[in-house]
């Protein structure tokens, strides 16, 4: 059979369908075809009823032209089914597959329709419904990739985070491709996590790409793709030459790099130039967490010589750039274990009141000063987080002298790293009766620090005896909010409950339902007696208060079941009036 | 012991919604108590509800395979979460304590017996014809037709090239007559001739001039369609008119693509039956068709004894998407006691009350991949015949045994023992999503001497046929690449 006519025939047909039917009668093109088409049909009968097909199209009225046209067009294409052809020519190659042997889990439609049209557009509960698909391992199918593809190109920082973090890691090697192709060498968030995707999930395969974004990359992507490029064991001369570019980020990412050849002279070298010039404060954090004890001592010395600078500097200029570097190398120099970090610690330290006289002389007319207790400040925050007993013990004695803000970290640091017993002796000075308005600001943050804290952290049980000893209702409630650690102090407020509860209907009621929860969790026998003693007391004792009455009444009916069961028997053995009282409540014995 | 695992239940859930939260309730300790009958056919319990009330729900496997949840709580969702979180606790072998079947459940199931053999009794009964309204709907019918050809006729007369999105929208809301004419399949083929131009999704006007080409050509495909219906139709529906009687089976798939709605009583009496058969599904995929406001779900099956290939079809508004079940895919083997057939051709569409399941084992797996075809061109050949009658199925899909996939200037192709190729493609007017890109996340063994289930799809414009995947079926498993 004749394709090739064939063929034309139907692009001509076609052409007429596409142009509208009131053009087909009469056209001279597909006219043309007739009698070649005639001739044909001595083989293949059927290319005579196309060749009808054509000529009722000339002869009919206008009116049935578009039938026509439609029977012309249904003939052709009905030939052309039994014409298809399969087979593709050219040269064979290997289809891209997946290197791992792992097929992934074949989720249900149920599973993953709602996972697409999530990923699609913004339907709400959608982190929520996300989250529970990574849990069940439904995201583990290779089908939902296109979706959670196109979804990170407008993903939000969080969405985003979980479909780089949890989502693609597991699909490994098979969507590097993928990952490639993606990523765009302009440098945005996704671009630089995707990057760092692509490294971890193939480190080798991914170096050539990487090469290319340290080439063509924005400043932030040459930055991402430097830190992920491999170096050679050879010295990274490039490195070096690196240490001189423009972008600071580049720099930084040299410098993390050439930790790794610190024994080499050319780097100790470019190091020290770091340090001495532009570079401090990207050049020092590197030193600090590497093990490198020539480079510490480096730091050490060129730290010493800021000092000294600094003792020595005079107009405002001078002092200025004096002052911000060493209080920069200080901060971590201050934190080095090498001895000779340490000595250094206290040596500044004796220096403390000439540095701050100079500061004051020197900068207090200056926009660049920052306050008076700005060097005090500063010294002590390194001071406390400094590795030597001796240099944090002395930081620890000047809390007492730096400012409201400094206040805050310092406390939040030692709450965490050091021992209750010292965390007390240090800070319990700023909750006494506070005088003055400083004293009371100091106050205030630290009771908010206090107020914030975890409620499974442990504190020393003076506090409560302190907190009891001011009267200090919301230290108190913040000690005993669910806390578990207050045995001592739990005790010390039951022998004492009637001034406890005193303190309560002031001005922070709900605080003692806080409190209740805390001894609850302690222990639900002793707990709930003294609950049971707080509702007579604020029931029918001298300081009556309906409000916390209805407050503890419903707190008790709300009780969970177990100690719910230890409530009622105790109950049983109170008084018939506290009974009835509860009865109010819904809370019956018998 | 009853047999639920959480895979199961993650089938039985209406949506993933109700997964989650079921799964929630048991996270938050909110069923009160695990209940099971003494003959291990009924699992209930009670949850925590909204405010004060507690819901009282239990699932009945009085039938196994096709468990029933009932529940007090107000969702019109089934199961609704309640029993679906019983569900979870028992797949997770929470403790289940032995009690007394409630009355009222099991006054529910004698009510379920009795429905069900009412149901049986009508399957039997030759079914009532009232001449008038056939006569009358039939003539309804017949003037759609006319009504169709007008619209066909307007198309034509426009030039395709001509259609703005006016004269589009108007020709789609004459359309909506052929409905009210009871000709839903003639107006779902007009429509899917008229969605070459109108789809919005395609971005119709936005498309490389390569694109639109193959797009007039596709339409004319369709057009030709729905050309040969409408002549094709009214034959059929003259002859219905002078003979009431007409057993609709003699002409069956124009029937069904002019709208027939077959009942099982139906099908039943055209002797559309076949008794005891196992299904494997191959292949599923739902997608959302706009005209009609409704997910189609496509299911792709397998007689496991005659390797025959059957479709299943469910169609689910979008507005009743949280209360209607779409089965969706199905990972094991359906043993069924009546298969009803609708008439079709290559994959026609099948249908069943009551079935079991099994486990897929790998003896079926053997068994289906020995059904494949292994000469993709003489195997086509009895297919193409079959595609190019005007109304046949033209998107069949087929199962193909492959010696490799391989990749030609940069297009994928499978290779037969022959060596001969058949290209792989996209391209489909069935809705499938595209699935040649999951061939690269595939392992290596997966390429080789392997079993493709694919449909079929003829370029008019390159005059060549190619094959879109849709699973693979190992030795061990199948990886479908839709859903």
Known sequence: MSIPLLDQVFQESRRLTIAGSRLAKKDTRLTTFVDPLRKLAKKAPVFDKIADGIELLNETSDEHLAQALIELNSLIVAVLYTQGDPGVSGEEQEHRYSESD??????????????????????????????????????????????????????????MKLLVEQV?????????????????????????????????????????????????????????????????????????????????????????????????????????????????????DKIFSSDNQDLHQLAVEVTQGFMESALESEGEKEAKKAFDKLLIAFSWVGKMKIKSAQDFALIILKEKAKLEKIYDKCLSKSKHYKSKTYIVDQLVTTLVKSPGKKTQKAGLDLIPQISKECLKELFEFSKSELSVKVVFDQFSGFFHKPAGRLEKEKYEILLNAFVESDRLHKWDSRWTELALKHEDVILVAALLKKGKSFDSSVELIQSNYKSFLKLFPVSHPHLLLHVFLGFLEKDSGESILFIIEAFNHFAFGKNKNLDMEIDIGNFCYDLPDEPRAEFKKQLQAANKKIRSRFTNYGIYVS | MLKI??????????????????????????????????????IFGECEGSGDSVYECSVDFINEDEPISRCSCPSRQFPCKHCLGLMYAYANLERFVTE?????????????????????????????????????????????????????????????????????IDLFNQSQRLKEAYLPGAHKLFLSCLNHFLRVDYGYYNRNAEDKEALYSSAIDHLSRVNSLIKHGRKYLSQQLKEPDLNPQRDGVIATLLGQVWQLRDLKTAGLIEGRVELAQLAYNSYPYMPYEETIGIGTWIHLKTGKLYSTQEMVPFN????????????????????????????????????????????????????????????????????????????????????????????????????????????????????????????????????????????????????????????????????
């Open chain 1, 102 to 159: 792992l097929v992934y889990s074949q989720a249900p439609a149920k599973s993953l329709l709602p996972l697409k049209e999530v990923l699609g557009g913004s339907v709400s509960g959608k982190m929520g419904l996300l989250n529970d698909a990574v849990e069940r391992g439904v995201f583990l199918d290779f089908r939902i990739l296109p979706d959670v593809f196109s979804a990170l190109t407008y993903a939000s920082p969080v969405l």
């Open chain 1, 168 to 284: 693609l890691p597991p699909f490994g090697k098979a969507i590097t491709v993928e990952l490639e192709e993606l990523i765009s060498m302009k440098g945005s968030a996704l671009d630089i996590k995707l990057l760092k995707l692509l490294h971890q999930i193939d480190p080798d395969g991914s170096q050539e790409f990487i090469e290319a974004a340290v080439e063509h990359g924005s400043k932030k992507m040459k930055a991402a793709a430097l830190a992920l490029r491999r170096v050679s064991d050879d010295l990274p001369s490039e490195l070096l030459e690196q240490t001189q570019a423009k972008t600071k980020n580049v720099r930084s990412v040299a410098y993390e790099k050439l930790i790794d050849f610190a024994d080499s002279e050319a780097v100790f070298q470019a190091f020290k130039s770091g340090l001495e010039g532009k570079d401090l404060g990207i050049s020092i």
């Open chain 2, 5 to 42: 695992d959480t895979q199961r239940v993650d089938e039985l859930a209406p949506n993933a919604n109700a997964i989650k939260n079921a799964r929630k309730l048991l996270q938050q300790n909110k069923f009160y108590g695990f209940y099971i009958s003494k003959d291990q056919t009924l």
């Open chain 2, 320 to 483: 009743a998407s949280n209360q209607m079940k779409m089965e969706g895919s199905q990972f094991q083997v359906q043993e069924i006691k009546e298969l009803f057939i609708y008439p079709g051709d290559i994959t026609p569409r099948v249908r069943w009350e009551e079935s079991k399941k099994r486990d897929l084992k790998k003896k079926d797996l053997t068994k289906i991949r020995k059904f494949a075809q292994v000469n993709i061109v003489g195997g086509l050949n009895d297919i193409k015949n079959q595609m190019k009658a005007p109304l046949g199925d033209k998107n069949p899909v087929v199962l193909i045994q492959y010696k490799k996939i391989v990749s030609v200037e940069g297009k994928p192709a499978l290779v037969d023992f022959k060596d001969q190729r058949l290209g792989l493609t996209d391209a489909c007017d069935s809705g499938d999503p595209k699935t040649l890109i999951f061939l690269n996340y595939l392992p290596k063994q997966y390429f080789h001497n392997q079993v493709m289930v694919a449909r079929l799809h003829f370029d008019i414009e390159k005059g060549s046929l190619h094959a879109k995947p849709l699973s693979i079926v190992g030795e061990d498993d199948i990886i479908r690449l839709t859903y």
């Open chain 2, 100 to 168: 007394k079947i409630p009355e009222d459940v099991l006054r529910k199931r004698q009510k379920l017996l009795d429905r069900a053999k009412k149901r049986s009794e009508n399957l039997s009964q030759p079914k009532n014809i009232d001449k008038e309204a056939l006569k009358k709907k039939v003539e309804e019918q017949l003037a759609g037709l006319d009504h169709l050809e007008k619209l066909m006729h307007e198309m034509v007369r426009h030039g395709f090239g001509n259609l703005n999105f006016d004269t589009l």
